[in-house]
Antibody
Framework: QVQLVQSGAEVKKPGASVKVSCKVS????????MHWVRQAPGKGLEWMGG????????IYAQKFQGRVTMTEDTSTDTAYMELSSLRSEDTAVYYC?????????????????WGQGTMVTVSS | EIVLTQSPGTLSLSPGERATLSCRAS???????LAWYQQKPGQAPRLLIY???SRATGIPDRFSGSGSGTDFTLTISRLEPEDFAVYYC??????????FGQGTKVEIK
C-alpha cells in the first residue's frame, strides 16, 4: 500500500519559514516524481512545483520562484517543501502528491496518491 | 501557462440526476493530459479520471470523462449521495508544469 505521510500542523509568524515533510512508504522516493499543491481556506488547488524526471530537476511555479525549495532525502524516502518569507496569504493546507507507477508508466502525471495535508497558519 | 476555466461554478442537482461539468483550456492540452478530481471537506483530492477519459482504480463507472484539445467534460450519470462534492480539472500536458481549474461544486438541490 503506497502512502504519503506528512508532518503536523504549523503556526508561523510573518517573515518566517516553514518546512513540511512527506514520507513515502510502499515505494522508494526515487521511483516517484513528487509534487506539492496547496489550498487556501475555502479556495481551490494551486500547484507549487514538482520533480521533472526528464531533467532530474525540480520545477517551481513562477509565483513561488525564489521563495520555495523542494528537496528529497532518498536515504529516508522523505520529501521536503520549504517556503520562506511567509505572509498571511500563505495560510493554507499543503499537500504532497504524486502519480503511482502504473499511472506514470502510461505517461500520465495525474496525482493518484496524496498526503493527508499539512495546515500552515501564518499569523502575528 | 495554460488557464483552465470550469463551469458552472455551482451545480444544484438531486440524487439520481445526471451531472455535466465543463473544463475549458486557454490553449490546447497536449495529448489529452487532463485529469478530474473529487474533493470532500477536510479530505485530500481523489483522482477520478486521467488522460481525459481513463477511470482511476476503484472509480465507479457512473463517472466518465471526455473531450480533447481545449474542451473537456466530466459526466456523472446518476448522482449518488456521496457524489456531492467539489470537482477540479487539472492539465498536465505541459508536465511537470501543471494547472488546476477553480472547481465546480455539486450540491444537493
Amino acid at each position: 500500500q503506497v502512502q504519503l505521510v506528512q508532518s503536523g500542523a504549523e503556526v508561523k509568524k510573518p517573515g518566517a519559514s516553514v518546512k513540511v515533510s512527506c514520507k513515502v512508504s510502499g515505494y522508494t522516493l526515487t521511483e516517484l516524481s513528487m509534487h506539492w499543491v496547496r489550498q487556501a481556506p475555502g479556495k481551490g488547488l494551486e500547484w507549487m512545483g514538482g520533480f521533472d524526471p526528464e531533467d532530474g530537476e525540480t520545477i517551481y511555479a513562477q509565483k513561488f520562484q525564489g521563495r520555495v525549495t523542494m528537496t528529497e532525502d532518498t536515504s529516508t524516502d522523505t520529501a521536503y517543501m520549504e517556503l520562506s518569507s511567509l505572509r498571511s496569504e500563505d495560510t493554507a493546507v499543503y499537500y504532497c502528491a504524486t502519480a503511482s507507477i502504473p499511472i506514470a508508466a502510461a505517461g500520465n502525471d495525474a496525482f493518484d496518491i496524496w498526503g493527508q495535508g499539512t495546515m500552515v497558519t501564518v499569523s502575528s | 501557462e495554460i488557464v483552465l476555466t470550469q463551469s458552472p461554478g455551482t451545480l444544484s442537482l438531486s440524487p439520481g440526476e445526471r451531472a455535466t461539468l465543463s473544463c475549458r483550456a486557454s490553449q490546447s492540452v497536449s495529448s489529452s493530459y487532463l485529469a478530474w478530481y473529487q474533493q470532500k471537506p477536510g479530505q485530500a483530492p481523489r483522482l477520478l479520471i486521467y488522460g481525459a477519459s481513463s477511470r482511476a482504480t476503484g472509480i465507479p463507472d457512473r463517472f466518465s470523462g471526455s473531450g480533447s484539445g481545449t474542451d473537456f467534460t466530466l459526466t456523472i450519470s446518476r448522482l449518488e449521495p456521496e457524489d456531492f462534492a467539489v470537482y477540479y480539472c487539472q492539465q498536465y500536458g505541459s508536465s511537470p508544469r501543471q494547472t488546476f481549474g477553480q472547481g465546480t461544486k455539486v450540491e444537493i438541490k
